[in-house]
T-cell receptor, first 113, second 114 residues
Framework: AQSVSQHNHHVILSEAASLELGCNYS??????LFWYVQYPGQHLQLLLK??????LVKGIKGFEAEFIKSKFSFNLRKPSVQWSDTAEYFC???????????FGKGTTLSVSS | GAVVSQHPSRVICKSGTSVKIECRSL??????MFWYRQFPKQSLMLMAT?????????EQGVEKDKFLINHASLTLSTLTVTSAHPEDSSFYIC??????????FGPGTRLTVL
């Protein structure tokens, strides 16, 4: 069965530090990949997505992710985090049937000012 | 962007009662909606896929008689937790499919069963 793994459960950074959150998926075929963010008390919001084309995807709020097919990875990056980036981050992949999202367990990012 | 609402945002009920949660797509029509369950510090687990005008498709291990899903219109899907028990306490999140393969999420409903 398809699965998504996120390596970091909780990441703590100071403002202006660089961020990289790991995400690996198990499915070897065509993949549609997503990163979602959930700010405290708010609903899930789409940060960025990859369907095809340029493997380096730019999202909102300065986030980007790189799809590396050979590594089955889709890591999220941001060169300089802000306190307002404190949130839960979820990596997800569309299932083989193309009908629903499979989520990773999430990474809690805490940014101190 | 597309907006999805859920009602109620929080509900507390007694064990044995049934609770209905509504999910609405406010500014777009959604032939497909999804219901997820999120446990504390864990990921979202897909419970079922709700298709307008037809029966929902449940994921393995989800009791269809316990979690009744109705998708009667293109903007509304409901999840009814029947005969709720404390182990059903959780955060239930719905999403609606807008553009192909993009889902928009509701704010979630916190269910507490006493």
């Amino acid at each position: 069965a398809q699965s998504v793994s996120q390596h970091n459960h909780h990441v703590i950074l100071s403002e202006a530090a660089s961020l990289e959150l790991g995400c690996n998926y198990s499915y070897g075929g065509t993949v549609n990949l997503f990163w979602y963010v959930q700010y405290p008390g708010q609903h899930l919001q789409l940060l960025l997505k990859y369907f095809s084309g340029d493997p380096l995807v730019k999202g909102i709020k300065g986030f980007e992710a790189e799809f590396i097919k050979s590594k089955f990875s889709f890591n999220l990056r941001k060169p300089s985090v802000q306190w307002s980036d404190t949130a839960e981050y979820f990596c997800a992949v569309i299932n083989q049937a193309g009908t629903a999202l499979i989520f990773g367990k999430g990474t809690t990012l805490s940014v101190s000012s | 962007g597309a907006v999805v609402s859920q009602h109620p945002s929080r509900v507390i009920c007694k064990s044995g009662t049934s609770v209905k949660i509504e999910c609405r797509s406010l500014d777009f029509q959604a032939t497909t909606m999804f219901w997820y369950r999120q446990f504390p510090k864990q990921s979202l687990m897909l419970m079922a896929t709700s298709n307008e005008g037809s029966k929902a498709t449940y994921e393995q291990g989800v009791e269809k008689d316990k979690f009744l899903i109705n998708h009667a219109s293109l903007t509304l899907s409901t999840l009814t937790v029947t005969s709720a028990h404390p182990e059903d306490s959780s955060f239930y999140i719905c999403s609606a499919r807008g553009t192909p393969n993009e889902q928009f999420f509701g704010p979630g409903t916190r269910l507490t069963v006493l």
